[in-house]
């Protein structure tokens, strides 16, 4: 145990001794945390949508009211009066315009009929977000319109009254398990993956080799050295992130122990997990070359930015072996659905297991030789 504790005491040490190593790996994930939350999520405002009134009838009318009521209140989108449709179309074509209404001649007539009245709306659909937007907001505007002025005694349709669990979550909120989870590997990658093949390049462990360390020794000494470098980042990212993204939930002394277990369970699975990746390595410029696929293959289908039910098949059985998706499962739970421990009991399970099976898998890879 002492000879483990002296390689923990030297990692450590150089650690400290190089704050731009320490800040390297927080300053990325705080960065993308409060970049991204800003960016995405958000809803749509002001976006220019033309209006084409081929009818100039009341109902046209009742239309361009509701349009000016949108533009008063919510402001997903500003209307632009336009004589032309041709000259609407094109300029949403051009990227002038979000989105073109046009209503078209007869529309209150038919209104007045019941003769299958229309409005048509030309969005840019290269941009989804903003065309799904853009047709959300005319849905829900031309459903309130087919409303009936009086409503009936009797309700005659079925009606859905939608209850949620939670207050409305900020999608900086919603990033925050992913950002946290990033972090730590950040962390691992820097403290863990790149220093430990630059100390066998240096001829580090070469000192180690003349020593009576063991094997199991060294292994779990280097690890143990990555793994508590990564939970000083996660409580320094979990706590200056949930006040940047206002979670309250980290001040619950339950939420604080369920956190505090993930973040270390977190940082042995992403540490055991990097130490099999580099065990046989040689070359320093590998790990470097290695750490845009490793945050792209493991950050991104872990359900930290989208929801794994969108994803093909064949991504979410990724996903499923993926340690990145069930520590932010826990986070996710812990943080934004203030959870107990029952409820990520699985999540834990699971990195527990990764953490033991690839260092189980990695101790014989290792060589205490030259």
């Not at 009838?57 to 009521?69: K, N, V, Y």
């Not at 209140?73 to 094109?90: C, G, H, L, M, S």
């Not at 409503?151 to 999608?171: D, H, K």
């Not at 979410?316 to 739970?333: E, L, M, S």
Request: glycine share 6%; proline share 5%; charged share 15%.
């Amino acid at each position: 145990m002492n000879r483990m504790m002296a390689i923990v005491e030297r990692e450590m040490r150089k650690f400290f001794r190089s704050p731009a190593l320490m800040l390297a790996s927080m300053i990325f994930p705080l960065v993308q945390l409060i970049i991204l939350g800003n960016a995405f999520g958000g809803k749509i405002r002001d976006a220019r949508m033309a209006v084409v009134d081929q009818d100039g009838g009341t109902q046209a009318l009742r239309i361009r009211e509701a349009f000016d009521s949108v533009r008063a209140n919510i402001r997903t989108f500003v209307p632009v009066y336009y004589d032309n449709e041709k000259q609407a179309v094109e300029d949403v074509r051009n990227g002038k315009l979000d989105g073109a209404v046009i209503i078209p001649p007869q529309f209150s007539r038919r209104v007045y009929e019941d003769n299958h009245p229309q409005i048509a709306l030309v969005v840019d659909n290269s941009d989804n977000f903003m065309s799904s937007a853009l047709e959300s907001e005319l849905t829900d505007l031309t459903n309130a319109l087919n409303q009936p002025t009086v409503e009936p005694r009797i309700l005659q349709q079925t009606a859905l009254s939608i209850v949620e669990l939670y207050p409305y979550i900020e999608y900086m909120k919603y990033l925050l398990p992913g950002s946290l989870t990033l972090a730590m590997f950040v962390s691992v990658m820097i403290g863990g993956g790149m220093l430990y093949i630059d100390d066998k390049a240096r001829g580090v462990h070469e000192g180690y080799l003349v020593t009576p360390i063991t094997k199991l020794e060294l292994v779990l000494g280097l690890n143990l050295a990555g793994a508590i470098k990564a939970v000083m980042t996660g409580v320094i990212i979990c706590v200056i992130g949930a006040l940047i993204s206002g979670v309250s939930t980290i001040f619950n002394p339950v939420t604080m122990l369920g956190l505090l277990v993930m973040i270390v369970l977190t940082s042995l699975a992403f540490n055991t997990m990097m130490f099999l990746l580099m065990v046989r390595i040689e070359d320093p410029l590998v790990p470097r070359a290695m750490f845009g696929i490793l945050n792209t293959l493991l950050f991104f289908p872990s359900g930290s930015i989208y929801p794994i039910q969108a994803f093909p098949p064949w991504l979410r059985a990724i996903a499923r072996v993926d340690p990145f998706t069930y520590a932010v499962d826990g986070f996710k739970c812990l943080l934004l659905k203030e959870t107990t421990l029952a409820a990520v009991w699985g999540d834990m399970l699971f990195l527990s297991i990764f953490a033991a099976v690839t260092l189980g898998i990695a101790i014989p890879l290792f060589k205490r030789t030259l």
